[in-house]
């Protein structure tokens, strides 16, 4: 397999465009992790991630393929909008499969304190605040979002982040404090406090 670690997305697409399937598989390994995170965030179910993140590559390819895919300078921004989209798509067939009906439960879902409108506000700002979190995250050093991943999305503790990644527990709390600072640095930068 050829070295594609120098090359472009732009390239590795229209490489893998001219049919070079080593190429797409360079953009796979490129923002598979990162991709698959961002998806498992929102749906928190591995099962429903794993087929997300399989069908976000699979419309890519597709797009791909059929010359469709336009060059906008981020390929990465783009695969993000069509697993975005999917999750969208997601949360609505989950919504209509689980309609309920008042009259099935033995409580009055529609006269419920907790389904009121202030709740269903502070659900959009906390999931809000999430989406800010996770664009924090992205723009963090790779080692220091590899231990916030670890630990949050993992529920690892320090000494098997230490273990996992190869460092001592000492490295693994200083990236973890390190990527902390980073990350009220850049949402006060972007008046997210």
């Known amino acids: 397999m ?8 732009e ?22 992790k990162r991709l698959y995170t961002y998806i498992l965030y929102f749906v928190r179910n591995n099962d429903v991630a794993d087929d997300l993140f399989q ?15 336009v060059e906008s300078g981020k390929f990465s921004a783009w695969l993000t909008r069509i697993a975005h989209n999917l ?3 997601q949360f609505r067939y989950e919504r209509n ?19 009121a409108e202030a709740c269903v506000e502070m659900q959009i700002v906390t999931g809000e605040t999430l989406t800010d979190v996770v664009k924090l995250v992205g723009q963090l050093p790779e080692s220091q979002r590899e231990v916030v991943y670890l630990r949050f999305y993992r529920d690892m503790s320090f000494k098997e982040i230490a273990d996992y990644t190869g460092v001592s527990i000492n490295t693994a709390l200083g990236r973890m404090r390190y990527a902390l600072l980073n990350m009220r640095r850049m949402a006060g930068e972007h008046h997210l406090l």
Not at 98 to 107: A, G, I, K, M, W
């Open 2 to 9: 050829a070295d594609f670690t120098s090359f472009t997305d």
């Open 11 to 32: 390239l590795l697409v229209k490489l893998y465009a001219e049919g070079n399937n080593e190429a797409f598989d360079a953009l796979l390994s490129r923002y598979e």
């Open 55 to 69: 069908e976000t590559f699979v419309k890519a390819i597709v797009t791909i393929k059929q010359g469709r895919y």
């Open 87 to 89: 999750i969208v798509d």
């Open 97 to 115: 499969e689980n309609t309920v009906s008042n009259d099935e439960t033995p409580t009055d879902l529609f006269n419920n304190a907790a389904l």
